[in-house]
């Protein structure tokens, strides 16, 4: 989803990459569990 959903498309509306169009892959991924903590 881009910052305003209201006019950004995401995979959804794209489909698949066509594997040739890969340039990488992704090694490594962070995801915040508790939203609530502060920083």
Do not use: I, Q
């Not at 890969?22 to 569990?33: H, M, N, P, R, S």
Request: hydrophobic share 30%; proline share 3%.
């Amino acid at each position: 989803m881009g910052d305003h959903r209201s006019v950004s498309n995401d995979g959804r509306y794209w489909g698949f990459v066509p594997k040739n169009k890969v340039l990488g892959v992704a090694k490594t991924f962070f995801w915040e569990t508790n939203k609530n903590k502060t920083k």
